[in-house]
């Protein structure tokens, strides 16, 4: 049972961690530091959570659960392909935005010194992204009989590389520069040439 107003001990815990990964870049956050923040003793940390990897495992859950299930929704929703990509773009660019700590996670920086597991999950939130869009395009080709001006791993690639980027930036900008800055000047760019009329 949880005290009216208060959340559940271990999400305290998630959102005390992804607090300290986006004010403290570069820090590794131990166990004993994250325990004071919460104000709990390390002993409890370990009844929520059996190692600080299972933390990092459940911010990255919570990234996996928020972005696909909106991009599942997408999907059924929008019909355009163009539409289609620009919308589960953004959606990747304003979750970001939204979670600086995790963004950390997703691009594996906060995870250096971590068990190598967690370096392939944040690793298969960007290639679910790219399935995604890939997905996107072949439905189109195949609904359409349209092309791309390159193969469909090309284009897919592309568009994800320039949001890692984005995402990239923000976090060398220690969270300054949004990842959403800028974006419809670049997207009107890259749809030109990837989705001519």
């Known amino acids: 049972m949880t005290v009216e107003g208060h959340p559940p001990r271990r999400q305290q815990i998630l959102e005390a961690l992804a607090r300290e ?21 390390e002993a409890a940390l370990y009844r929520h959570f059996a190692s600080k990897a299972k ?12 972005v696909f299930s909106l991009v599942t929704r997408i999907l ?13 773009l953004r959606l990747v660019l304003g979750f970001s935005e939204r979670n600086p700590g995790i963004t950390r ?20 939130f960007f290639n679910r992204i790219e399935t995604q869009v890939k997905q996107v395009l072949r439905e189109a080709e195949a609904a359409t009989g349209r092309r791309w001006p390159a193969p469909v ?10 949001v890692e980027g984005r995402l990239v930036q923000f976090a060398r900008s220690r969270f300054q520069r949004s990842p959403l800055e800028t ?3 670049q997207w009107r760019v890259l749809s030109a040439a990837l989705f001519p009329a």
């Open 21 to 41: 990964l986006e004010t403290s870049p570069g820090d590794r956050i131990t166990t004993a530091r994250l325990a004071a923040v919460v104000g709990v003793s």
């Open 183 to 185: 974006w419809d000047d």
């Open 105 to 124: 996670v997703l691009l594996g920086d906060a995870l250096v010194g971590e068990h190598e597991r967690l370096q392939q999950r944040s690793v298969q």
């Open 55 to 66: 933390m990092f495992e459940a911010l990255i859950a919570f990234a996996e659960d928020s």
């Open 153 to 162: 791993p090309a284009v897919a690639g592309l568009l994800v590389a320039v």
């Open 76 to 88: 059924a929703e929008e019909p355009d392909p163009k539409a289609r990509c620009d919308r589960v």
